[in-house]
């Protein structure tokens, strides 16, 4: 289970959250509306080696290769 980054678009509260998938919705533990992944921070690969640039978009990205 991965411990993600997220942001409340209302209030602005950034937090962690333990999420069993990646796109599992998220609310804010604040006010309580649906918060967004944050993408700020170290990107490592599957590899463990630094990505040269994320665009935080991991679909289309070509960087990391997740």
Request: hydrophobic content about 25%; glycine content about 10%.
């Amino acid at each position: 289970m991965p411990l993600l980054q997220y942001k409340c678009p209302s209030c602005g509260k950034e937090f962690e959250e333990l999420v069993r998938k990646f796109d599992d919705a998220v609310v804010c533990p604040s006010c309580g509306t649906a918060a967004v992944r944050s993408y700020s921070g170290e990107i490592f690969s599957a590899t463990g080696k630094p990505a040269k640039k994320c665009s935080g978009h991991c679909k289309t990205c070509p960087g990391c290769g997740k």
